[in-house]
């Protein structure tokens, strides 16, 4: 199962995706972690972005593409894949799509969590009143503020990607409102729906192939049927044509003289009309 999940912080991407990865036996592809991997192996795509991230500039879409190339190389990417963080961007999921089509793989769905941000940003507050009533510490990135500027990015930046899928008929909105086993099994559900799509379509494609193949067979034996048969009809008409002649040759033997002339003529007509017969065979 190759999937990608869509939405915008706080809907649950992070929940749903450990349990997909469990499920299916997948990995999780994480464009952050995977640009740090590169980087800790030296790899020369890695040298290329450590230099970048050093001076504080994103890494350039490019760059990150050819480390998801190298990533899907490897042999625990059998079973599929699960892209967290990327793509973010309408010109990302084109480079993606370039990708996956050179490499043959085929992305199955794009899975996107829609949530109410403003039931979102009332989690927050809550959550965040909890934590100072326990004497707890808040994370700076956990605050409504911080919140507001995330959804603000999300729906300039990442937001187009769910008209991008639904337009290559890849996206598969779920209520990321539900409770978390609610959405759990509905992603379930259609995933497992998309599988067995799939199944039907090679069951169908494979029996139109071996009808194909038989079609193929017919005419060929069909045609050999025909030459034989003609075969034979000659030959028979040629078995029926030797005796008349042989008649017609021995009655002009014994004919008499001033008769073999009446008799020739007949054995002409004989024949004339034994090459007509082979004719209309």
């Known amino acids: 199962m190759r999937l990608i ?11 749903q995706a450990q349990r997909l990865l469990q499920k299916y036996g ?18 020369p795509i890695g040298l290329q972005a450590k230099d970048i991230m050093a001076s504080g500039a994103l890494v350039p ?9 190298d990533r899907l190389d490897q042999p625990d990417m059998k079973n599929g894949f699960i892209l967290d963080g990327f793509p973010r961007t309408v010109p990302q999921a084109q480079a993606l799509d370039e990708l996956l089509k050179k490499k043959h793989i085929k992305l199955d769905a794009v899975v996107e969590l829609r949530v109410n941000e403003s ?3 009332n989690r927050v507050e809550t959550r965040v009143a909890e934590m100072r009533a326990r004497g707890e510490e808040v994370r700076i990135d956990d605050t ?15 937001e187009p ?19 978390i ?3 759990t099994r509905e992603i379930n559900r259609i995933l497992a729906a998309i599988g067995a799509a799939e199944t039907k379509t090679a069951q169908k494609a ?5 009808g194909a193949k038989k079609a193929v067979k017919a005419p060929s034996r069909a045609g050999g049927k025909t030459a034989k048969g003609s075969k034979k009809a000659a030959k028979a008409s040629r078995k029926a044509g030797k005796p008349a002649a042989k008649k017609a040759k021995k009655a002009s033997r014994k004919a008499p003289a001033g008769s073999r002339t009446g008799t020739a003529r007949k054995t002409r007509k004989t024949a004339k009309k034994v090459t007509k017969k082979r004719a209309k065979r």
């Open 5 to 15: 999940l869509l939405g915008p912080p706080g809907a649950g991407k992070g929940t």
């Open 61 to 69: 879409d490019e760059i990150v593409i050819r480390i998801i190339s």
């Open 161 to 179: 990607l769910i008209h991008y899928y639904s337009e290559r008929r890849k996206l598969l909105t779920v209520d990321g409102m539900m409770t």
């Open 26 to 43: 997948i990995v999780q592809l994480s464009t952050g972690e995977m640009l740090r991997a590169a980087v800790a192996a030296q790899t």
């Open 206 to 210: 494979a029996a139109a192939k071996k």
């Open 144 to 158: 409504p503020e911080v919140l507001s500027k995330r959804l603000a990015s999300y729906r300039s930046l990442t």
């Open 181 to 183: 086993e609610h959405v």
């Open 119 to 121: 039931a979102l940003l």
